[in-house]
């Protein structure tokens, strides 16, 4: 059983990799709205995940930068919620997981989260400055 | 060097494979010897050091004793008391920067390290520069890959008031031409620190005949346990600096109003000091001096050589630093194309060959070569030809999966 399983996780990262290189949401937005960087601390990575907005709503998201292909799963799949989506709020974890689907091994949820993080930074952040305005006026 | 007397590495995987261990720049697994010197201290006669005038304390302070005579006879330095334990090469190095940064550095003055430095023997020096308190020079590499001795020849000047410098470098393996670097750096009055975390474990060290005036290293690089390091430094710079550290251990009398520090090695020791770790890595000394260094290096470089002619054979892989293995320790960085270092990580681990994938703690370096992170083999004295094989099998296998995912 366990053997099977490990052969499984070999083929799945192995095909991952294959995958990763031709992810629909890889690319640059010409003129973005907005532009966030992702850091893995622990390699150095970095993606950049690009938006562009009418109405304040996503048109149109994609992720470039160098990455391994767990980050870049991650990444291909917060553009695709965040298009289908369409708004600029949080995205839940449980929501995430549940389209990334792979089963990756906790020394590499850093790379799978990046973008993810990144965009929760974001929007929490977002909601602070929108908070303190409120607050003022 | 049997795989046999290492317990770890007579362990399996969950599917029965054996496993292989090419992370030894990262750690080294430690052979029975150390283990057992270590569990003999606490279950037989475990005491604090100096401090009881009973056996275990007398018998733990003995063993002490002998352990730090043997590091200084293992590194060839002149005296027992040259050797300051710390716990690990970078609070060795980070000693030395405060108290230069304290005692010694001015302004105008400039410290030179190399491009290739680990954050350890990069960020301490970085830092003091940030706060004015020093100029910092980075030597790069030439175009082999070596470090560039030209601009190390051009950047020394009176000015230059430390060199810091790694016998070996982490990520590249390359050998740096130390010995050069000292005399040149002397001849303009600068001190010379050598990293030699890469070294201890691979080549024979003499401080002496280096000359150089400080040398920084970790025991669980060379096959003792973690938390006990040293930083070796001459005699007379210990007796006329001043401690840094200062608590329990470190003085020999105190009234509240003036005090007497306690003699070498103690003055730079401040509170109870890593007694059992400082004895595990007497025995790895020990089990080290007992090999010897001839087979240790002729072991490792048949190692290298197979497993640099085997990866250069695979046309998709790029090896960083020097090809040939000229000058160079048991460290092979690299990138397979089409594939990122982590991934390739993760599935060499998943055939049960651990290596190391990311920065290697050397962020500099890598933007300076312009790659994001580089996978990493790094060899010890219980890897076979054998492993190698099996490694660059795994490895093909890949690549080849790689490329027909590709058509």
């Known amino acids: ?137 | 060097m049997s795989q046999e007397i290492f317990p770890l590495l007579n362990k399996k995987d969950a599917r029965g494979n054996a496993l292989v261990y090419f992370d030894n720049a990262a750690t080294t697994q430690k052979p029975q010897s150390v283990l057992s010197i270590m569990n003999e201290v606490y279950s037989s006669y475990n005491a604090n050091v100096y401090r009881g005038d009973y056996y275990w304390s007398e018998k733990t302070t003995a063993l002490y004793n002998e352990a730090r005579q043997k590091i200084a006879d293992f590194i060839g330095a002149k005296y027992s008391e040259e050797i300051i334990f710390t716990r690990n090469t970078t609070e060795s190095i980070n000693l030395i920067a405060q108290i230069l940064q304290r005692d010694y550095l001015k302004k105008a003055d400039e410290i030179i390290i190399s491009i290739a430095e680990h954050h350890s023997n990069y960020l301490p020096w970085w830092q003091i520069a940030q706060n004015h308190k020093a100029k910092l020079k980075v030597i790069g590499l030439n175009s082999e890959g070596y470090f560039d001795i030209n601009q190390f020849k051009k950047t020394l000047s009176a000015k230059t008031k430390l060199v810091a410098i790694a016998g070996i470098t982490n990520v590249l393996g390359t050998i740096n031409p130390i010995k050069e670097i000292i005399q040149l750096s002397h001849k303009v009055g600068a001190l010379v620190l050598v990293d030699g975390a890469q070294w201890v474990a691979h080549l024979p060290v003499n401080v002496k005949a280096l000359d150089c005036d400080f040398f920084a290293f970790s025991g669980h690089k060379m096959y003792g346990p973690t938390g006990i390091g040293v930083l070796y430094a001459r005699k007379d710079w210990l007796s006329k600096t001043e401690p840094l550290f200062l608590g329990g251990e470190m003085v020999s009398n105190f009234n509240g109003n003036s005090v007497c520090w306690a003699n070498l090695p103690a003055k730079f020791e401040a509170g109870t000091p890593a007694y059992i770790e400082a004895i595990g890595l007497g025995g790895a000394v020990d089990y080290l001096s007992k090999i010897g260094f001839n087979a240790i290096q002729k072991r490792e470089a048949g190692i290298l050589q197979a497993a640099l002619s085997g990866l250069e054979s695979i046309k998709e892989i790029t090896i960083l630093g020097p090809k040939k293995p000229l000058c160079r320790s048991g460290i092979i960085a690299f990138n397979l194309k089409g594939i990122h270092a982590h991934d390739l990580s993760e599935l060499l681990a998943e055939k049960g060959i651990m290596v190391r994938a990311g920065e290697h703690c050397a962020g500099p370096l890598h933007h300076f070569l312009k790659i994001p992170a580089s996978a990493r083999l790094s060899f010890g004295v219980y890897n076979t030809q054998s492993e190698v094989d099996y490694f660059l099998k795994v490895l093909k296998q890949i690549n080849q999966s790689l490329n027909y995912g590709k058509k």
Not at chain 1, 106 to 118: H, M, S
């Open chain 1, 1 to 137: 059983m366990e053997k099977n399983k490990s052969i499984s996780q070999f083929k799945n990262l192995l095909d991952l990799v294959g995958e990763s290189h031709s992810f629909k949401h890889h690319g640059l937005v010409a003129h973005p709205d907005l532009t966030l960087l992702g850091i893995n601390e622990s390699c150095g990575d970095k993606i950049i995940l690009q938006l562009k907005l009418k109405n304040q709503k996503v048109q149109q998201a994609l992720f470039n930068g160098e990455s391994c292909s767990l980050s870049a799963l991650g990444a291909e799949t917060m553009c695709s919620l965040l298009e289908k989506g369409k708004i600029i709020k949080p995205v839940t974890e449980k929501v995430f997981l549940k389209s990334l689907n792979f089963n990756f091994s906790p020394v590499r949820k850093k790379c799978a989260y990046l973008i993810w993080k990144t965009w929760q930074n974001y929007v929490s952040s977002k909601n602070n400055q929108i908070i303190k305005k409120k607050a003022k006026g």
